[in-house]
């Protein structure tokens, strides 16, 4: 049976934590010159732009021993109308497993369903599950366990927290969500995560309270891509969101800071922060290429 990663919940924790053990000896080497997917070639369709998923996945796949395609819809015939489905099967009948960055999470869900081969959730405007694996991966090497690491979640209530819960609940993370009124995480993730997880999440308003006593502080940008039309209210009511000095000093004295990037210094975080000594995004934005190789090896696997 093909496996597909949508979500969080595509791993059983069983299969996430071996997943960050390989991603682990990845990175340091072990097995680095393995090239299990040799002679095969994987696409990746990309609705919206990318820098560190595209090219993480691209030298992924090439580390692997297989080829990348990297499609733009618009010079695809899904650009003219071809349906998602049609489109799926095509690609299935070339491709050992397809990447898709698109909008709405049914849209990924869709393809999946008429893929024959796996599919891999590179980002929708509800889910950014591969980001996830990364983040796991950066809190258990700067923390050594991710079960009970307490971690503050300052802003937008979107697809990068979506992902966020889902990966506590999956590994036992104490997360604590700050979010204005109206720009809350998804109901139906928190609500599953709290049902079948057994990560500590909660949601609050005040980004000093979510921040106080946090191993680790993350944030993400105000205006995801596709929420252009709200850019200007967004822009107001985050404001008291902003990751400055002052809202980290309210955090653990050896609490670091997290990004999936791109950011926009002066809005959901300053330079100071996210250039300073706390400041782990580079580490992060790194473990996108260890975590993509386990990941594809283990769906591709066999
Ligand atoms: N963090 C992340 O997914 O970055 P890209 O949009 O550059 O892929
Ligand atoms: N929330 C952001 C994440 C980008 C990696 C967006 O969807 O634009």
Redesign the pocket.
Known sequence: MKRDFLTLWDLSPQELQALLRRAQQLKAGVDASACPLIGQSIGLLFE?????????FEVAIYQLGAQAIYMNPQETQLGRGESIADTARVLGRYLRAVLL?TFGHERLEEFARHSPVPVIN??TDTH?P??AL?DLLTILELKGTLEGVRVAYIGDGNN?ANSLIEAAARVGLELVLACPEGYEPDPFVLERARQEGRGDILLLREPKEAAGRADVVYTDVWVS?GQEEGRAERLKRFRPYQVNEELLACAKADAVVMH???AHRGQEITSEVLDGPRSVVLQQ?EN?LHTAKALLEFLLKG
């Open positions: 919206k732009a990318s820098t560190r998923t595209r090219v993480s960055r590179a980002l950014h591969c980001q990364a990068v891509m999936c990037l791109p934005a996108r």
